[in-house]
């Protein structure tokens, strides 16, 4: 059983940045990839970015691509995520995602 706890996420006025962090409580080993996904309140949990275990490509959710970073140190077992140039329709609680595994969320709020 692994454990995943996000930290970071909080209220940030708009056009402002966070970083978020999702540690897993082992090793992380034998998976293709790893991501952040989003549920924005009243709405269903979507994508935001994923990076393949296997040569660090990435894949952003449309809304996010250039605004959004993903990147992960394997020697601590963390993935991050930068977000740069926040938008109020970025507000939503923020999961990681390893295997079938699901920290249990960081809320963002996007609001002046």
């Known amino acids: 059983q692994v454990q995943l706890v996000e930290s970071g996420g909080g209220l940030v006025q708009p056009g402002g940045h966070l970083t978020l962090s999702c540690t897993a409580s082992?090793?992380?080993?034998?998976?293709?990839?790893m991501g952040w996904y989003r549920q924005p309140p009243g709405k269903q949990r979507e994508l935001v970015a994923r990076?393949?275990?296997?040569?660090?490509?990435?894949n952003y959710g449309p809304s996010v691509k250039d605004r959004f970073t993903i990147s992960k140190d394997d020697a601590k077992n963390t993935l991050y995520l930068q977000m740069s140039n926040l938008r109020p329709e970025d507000t939503a609680v923020y999961y990681c995602?390893?295997?079938?595994?699901w920290g249990q969320g960081t809320q963002v709020i996007v609001s002046s």
């Open positions: 995602n390893y295997k079938d595994f």
């Open positions: 082992s090793t992380l080993f034998n998976y293709i990839s």
């Open positions: 990076i393949s275990a296997l040569d660090g490509s990435k």
